[in-house]
């Protein structure tokens, strides 16, 4: 079993709609969680930094954790069509300043006009 | 402000040759760490690098090697290349109190 799964779609949606994200973990130390967004032929770009249980906005982005199921989600509200991208869920054990990354895979998001 | 910039962009090389990537982190940032990125594939840890020493590394051959120098800036290096480094290879920096990581665009490396 690999540690983080995500699937890795692709997601298509039509403009405006919600998009929900989502990545599981086995690996009980990761209490550090992001999220990337990685466009074609770029590096990933770091989109929402959560530590704790709960939830975190930023604007039209919102960031769940829940740690008691190793599960985090990303949502996207009012999705437009720069939006379309790679999405990658990462995680570390510590603040993710001095320590490695483990990424998901990546979901692979279209928004369509 | 320049984020983190890596070269070259893309490689071509031979199986068997020798290669070095570059890194130069954002300003600010003293720790550089390297990422493998296969097609496809979220990236994979390969090490860090801190005070010029590898802080940690990740599950890769000793064929992977590094360097950072005092102004922070970092090389990869890769020998004996296989078919199966064909990646793109991605540098990260981050320094004290940052949140994350900042990435560069990468070095798409393809061997032949």
């Known amino acids: 079993q690999k540690e983080v799964e995500q699937d890795p779609g692709p997601l298509s949606v039509p403009e405006g709609a919600i998009v929900s994200l989502n990545c599981t973990y086995s690996?009980?130390?990761?209490?550090?969680f992001m999220w990337y967004r990685q466009y074609s032929r770029k590096g990933p770009e770091l989109l929402m930094y959560?530590?704790?249980?709960g939830n975190k906005e930023d604007g039209r982005f919102t960031a769940q954790v829940d740690k008691s199921s190793k599960y985090i989600s990303l949502f996207i509200r009012d999705s437009q069509p720069s939006d379309s991208a790679t999405y990658l869920c990462?995680?570390?054990?510590?603040?993710?300043?001095?320590?490695?990354?483990?990424f998901g895979k990546g979901t692979k998001l279209s928004v369509i006009p | 402000d320049a984020g983190v910039t890596q070269s070259p962009t893309h490689l071509i090389k031979t199986r068997g040759q020798q290669v070095t990537l570059r890194c130069s982190p954002k300003?600010?940032?003293?720790?550089v760490s390297w990422y493998q990125q296969a097609l496809g594939q979220g990236p994979q840890f390969i090490f860090q690098?801190?005070?010029?020493?590898?802080?940690q590394r990740g599950n890769f051959p000793d064929r992977f090697s590094g360097h950072q120098f005092p102004n922070y800036s970092s090389e990869l290096n890769v020998n004996a290349l296989l078919l199966g480094d064909s990646a793109l290879y991605l540098c990260?920096?981050?320094?004290?109190?940052?949140?994350?990581?900042?990435f560069g665009s990468g070095t798409r490396l393809t061997v032949v």
């Open positions: 990260a920096s981050s320094g004290y109190g940052t949140n994350g990581y900042t």
């Open positions: 690996n009980s130390a990761f209490q550090y």
């Open positions: 959560t530590y704790s249980s």
């Open positions: 990462a995680m570390s054990p510590t603040g993710a300043g001095s320590y490695q990354l483990t």
């Open positions: 300003s600010g940032h003293d720790t």
């Open positions: 690098y801190y005070e010029e020493e590898e802080r």
